[in-house]
């Protein structure tokens, strides 16, 4: 017998003995047992015979009210506890099914904290939802990062980048402020600022030959460059978005930012595409890399974001320096590139 069914077996015996009912036919028992009890004391005649038909017929009657009682307040608990657990468990279901969409919408699938080197579990993951994804949006500083895993992923996307433009102060200023939240007292703000500024525009410059060395595993990668955009980094799947916390004062200290994944149906991933949309159509740089994009039209798109040239011996050293943070960040996130 199942155990849920033995619980109310015997719930519904223990209401009867501590119910009228119970006390009723224990009433019958006591009569009964009294009744034999006084005609066993007598001689023969008409008073046992009546005190031996009285305690007979009570007996009996207690027993036959025993079973009937018994079997009807089984009956009856079943009837009215079932319907109950059966509509008590599908309101639970349905009330587990909304707080499950509340909680698609509304709350990260994933928290990745704050860490000073790459998080292995993270990566995986997110180069998992890369290669489940075609089209592929960036919103960053320098898109290094987007290169590297562009690079590492067997598959084929649509690309569409948004990155700083190095001709505006804005950008770099916010990253470098964010990187000089946790540095000592001592430092000299201002030489430690012109050297950050210095090494996050050689970042950018980094990226976008990245990007370009990136070409061959996409239909094709457009680069938005804009003057002030958003610290916080983005990174949108076809069923995820990640949204990386630059903005976020506690964990400054380390190199990689506390990081929120979303899943498609959220309302963050909703309105972080439509942000990116419309910060993709803002005034900025835009060019266009395919897999027939030559180091010559390239060199131009580079110029033409960066305002500088971009001589052959130039190309191999931007491009040597990016192949060397790519094997540097493979190693460290377990990424095997």
């Known amino acids: 017998m199942?155990?849920?069914?033995?619980?109310?077996?015997?719930?519904?015996?223990?209401?009867?003995?501590?119910t009228r009912t119970g006390l009723l036919l224990s009433v019958l028992v006591v009569v009964s047992f009294l009744a034999m009890w006084a005609a066993g004391s007598i001689g023969a005649g008409t008073p046992k015979n009546l005190l031996?038909?009285?305690?007979?017929?009570?007996?009996?009657s207690a027993v036959v009210g025993f079973g009937q009682t018994l079997i009807t307040a089984s009956s009856a608990q079943k009837a009215m506890v079932t319907p109950l657990v059966e509509e008590s468990r599908k309101a639970l279901r349905e009330l587990s099914a909304e707080y499950r969409s509340l909680n698609a919408e509304f709350f990260p699938t994933h928290v990745f904290e704050a860490t000073t080197d790459p998080d292995p579990a993270f990566n995986a993951l997110m180069m998992r939802d890369l290669g489940a994804t075609r089209q592929f949006l960036f919103r960053g500083f320098s898109g290094r990062y987007a290169a590297v895993r562009l690079l590492l992923a067997d598959a084929e996307w649509e690309v569409r980048a948004v990155v700083a433009d190095p001709r505006g102060r804005a950008a770099v200023d916010a990253r470098a402020r964010h990187q000089l939240r946790h540095r000592g007292a001592e430092v000299d703000y201002e030489v430690e600022s012109a050297r950050l500024r210095e090494r996050l525009h050689e970042d950018i410059r980094i990226g976008l030959v990245g990007l370009f060395l990136a070409r061959a595993r996409c239909t094709s990668i457009e680069?938005?460059?804009?003057?002030?955009?958003?610290?916080?980094?983005?990174?949108?799947?076809?069923?995820s978005v990640w949204v990386t916390l630059y903005s976020s004062v506690a964990g400054a200290a380390a190199l990689y930012p506390r990081t929120l994944r979303f899943s498609e149906g959220s309302f963050l991933y909703d309105m972080q595409r439509a942000e990116f949309a419309r910060l993709r159509a803002s005034d900025g740089q835009r060019f266009t890399i395919t897999p027939e994009t030559t180091r010559e039209e390239f060199a131009?798109?580079?110029?033409?974001?960066?305002?500088?040239?971009?001589?052959?011996?130039?190309?191999?050293?931007?491009?040597?320096r990016f192949h060397a943070f790519r094997r540097d960040f493979s190693a460290k996130a377990e990424l095997g590139g």
């Open 223 to 239: 680069v938005t460059a804009v003057a002030d955009p958003p610290l916080d980094r983005l990174e949108v799947f076809d069923d």
């Open 300 to 320: 131009v798109h580079f110029a033409a974001v960066t305002g500088e040239e971009l001589p052959e011996q130039r190309f191999t050293e931007l491009a040597e």
């Open 52 to 60: 031996t038909a009285l305690g007979t017929g009570t007996l009996v």
């Open 2 to 18: 199942p155990a849920d069914a033995k619980r109310l077996r015997t719930h519904a015996i223990q209401e009867l003995f501590w």
